[in-house]
Every structure is written in C-alpha cells, then in structure tokens.
C-alpha cells in the first residue's frame, strides 16, 4: 500500500506529505502579484475519521459556501442527493456566507448525508493570491490513491464489500473475485455488497462510487511543468 500521508501538488506535478504540501504551496504557488490578482483562501479539506483523505484547494473570498458545497459533493460525496451542511463546533454556517467571514486559522466541518454521514474537517490555513480563475475553486493538491489487495488472491482490488466499510478491517476485491463472489451464493460472505473503490473519506458508504470526480491525477508534461497539473475526466 502507498503512504496516504504523501499527494501531488496539482501545479508542479512534486509527491509531498500533507503538512508539507502547505508550506510547498504558499512558498512555490502562492502570493501572485500580476494583473488582475485575486484574492483567496488556502484551504485544507480532509475525511473528519478517514485524514488520509485530503486535498488542497484555493477558493475566492467573495465566493459562498454554497459553491465550496458543490464542489465536496463533486470530488467526494456525491451519490443520492443528500441533505449536507456546514458548521464550527458552536454553530450552523448558512450557505449563503461568503467565504471572507471565515477566519485565517478557523476549523470548520461539513456533513454531507444524515443518515450514512461522511464528516469533512476543513481548515483555513492562509490567505493569498492567485490569477484570476473561471472558477470559484482551484484544486491545489490531492492525496495519492490508496491501494488495496484483495482478500482472496491477493492481485489489487478494485471493489469494497459495502456491509464491511465500518469494520477494523474492510474486504476488497479485484474484479475477478468480485465477480465469482456475486456467482457464489452457498460460499460467499453472508452480506456482500461490492462498491468500486474511490480516492473519497466516503468509499464504501450509501451508494457512493464517485460518478462526478473528475479531479484523478495525471501528471503534467515536460514541457508543460509549469502549468497546472490535469485532472482527468473519468466521465469523458
């Protein structure tokens, strides 16, 4: 298994452990002083019981939680349309605040799913600058994929049984194996409930297979080093 404290950093294409990737992104891709700079909010999101989960992102400051909440569902949770919000440990933040009401150094959550809950503990690390963007949002940096083996040949898995995800240890399965386990109805686990393995703190959970990540990392060319990394679009 890789170590899931290491990432990418989106820009430059470096492997960089989490705490370290902040100092990297504010010494190497911060304070942007050009025409037209924006002002932003370095941001670490990450699974609130699963850290090893984590990204790095900058967000406008005059933008609303509500885009930061699209954005989440789109990398990590989307998968029924649940109900979400965010909150410090004294409060509700409603939606429609906009992100310049936060605090450098604030730690704030979001829940998305009352139900199978996946919590997210975000933190405001910086203020800075960057280029103007299209977007509200810039991913910055993200963990390297975990990987599994799975529980019957060892081969890297590509499925969790979903009825396991809350157990010390889940089962995962390659393929192969899940699909002679779904055949197999003497011998096969009493709860067996495959969901393909996502780069998410909600892989296994409620129905989430990660239909609307687009952000996997694929690493910039030679000659393109300077320029932002390129997400791939799973869905293309």
């Known amino acids: 298994m890789r170590n899931l404290s290491k990432g990418n950093c989106y820009i430059c294409g470096d492997v960089i452990g989490k705490r370290a990737m902040k100092r990297h ?56 349309g649940h109900l979400s919000e965010f909150s410090t440990p004294a409060d509700i933040l409603g939606k429609g605040r906009i992100i310049a009401e936060l605090d450098v150094g604030e730690i704030f959550y979001h829940r998305y799913d009352f139900g199978t809950t996946t919590e997210l503990k975000l933190v405001v690390e910086s203020e800075t600058t960057r280029p103007k963007q299209r977007g509200a949002i810039r991913l910055l940096a993200r963990n390297i994929p975990p990987e599994h083996s799975c ?48 780069n998410s703190p909600r892989c296994g959970e409620c129905g989430y297979e990660g239909e609307f990540d687009r952000y996997e990392y694929t690493a910039p060319l030679a000659d393109d080093i300077k320029a932002p990394a390129r997400s791939k679009n799973k869905n293309a």
């Open 25 to 80: 992104l504010l010494e190497k891709h911060a304070e942007y002083v050009g025409s037209g700079a924006e002002r932003c909010y370095l941001i670490r999101a990450e699974g609130a019981e699963a850290p090893n989960y984590w990204i790095y992102f900058d967000i406008a400051l005059d933008k609303k939680l509500s885009s930061l909440d699209n954005f989440l569902r789109n990398i990590w949770l989307e998968c029924c």
């Open 151 to 198: 529980l019957k040949c060892g081969k890297k898995a590509d499925y969790i049984n979903a009825a396991t995800v809350y157990d010390e240890e889940p089962a995962y399965y390659c393929k192969e194996c899940t699909e002679m386990l779904m055949d197999d109805t003497e011998d096969g686990p009493a709860e067996f409930y495959p969901l393909l393995i996502t």
